[in-house]
């Protein structure tokens, strides 16, 4: 079946938050972070931008951006465990560094938890760079993060297709 890449509305929040609870236990975001996003994410003065992933009318993905100014900030990236290895992800992550582009950001930051060796190897393919920790981050689990930045996000884009 393909895989389809849309807009994030308000009707997907049920089935990304149980997503959510799934992939990320102890520091699952609420209903309102989602709808928060959400309200910032349409119109002209829109500074969000939210995916997510379908297949068979199932989300099996999802991801989100902001920015701000010169900076955008992945909020997050998050792919069904059936899911992992199709390149899901990276589909995601080049739909968040064009809409950065879009937004004319110069540099794309984010947070990765320091125990998340394959969402690091993504971003480093991508040509994110650590240039950090944030201690005891994630929350309750006191799990720490590693910042990653990646400079003109238009680079790592070029060329790249994305598919069904």
């Not at 209903?31 to 994410?41: I, P, Q, T, V």
Request: glycine share 10%; hydrophobic share 40%; aromatic share 10%.
């Amino acid at each position: 079946m393909t895989c389809v890449l849309r807009e994030m509305r308000w009707w997907d929040i049920d089935a990304v938050l149980e997503l959510e609870r799934k992939l990320f236990p102890e520091d699952a975001w609420s209903r309102g972070m989602f709808w928060s996003e959400l309200a910032h994410a349409r119109g002209p003065e829109a500074t969000r931008k939210y995916l997510v992933a379908e297949v068979g009318g199932r989300i099996v993905g999802y991801a989100g951006l902001a920015s701000s100014g010169e900076q955008a900030d992945i909020q997050t990236i998050a792919v069904t465990r059936d899911q992992w290895g199709t390149g899901l992800g990276g589909r995601l992550l080049t739909e968040l560094l064009r809409a950065a582009t879009a937004f004319e950001c110069a540099e794309v930051m984010l947070e990765c938890r320091v125990d998340n060796i394959r969402a690091q190897k993504l971003y480093e393919r991508f040509g994110f760079e650590a240039i950090g920790f944030r201690r005891g981050y994630y929350q309750p689990g006191n799990v720490d993060a590693l910042v990653m930045r990646l400079t003109d996000p238009s680079t790592s884009v070029q060329g790249t297709e994305i598919n069904g």
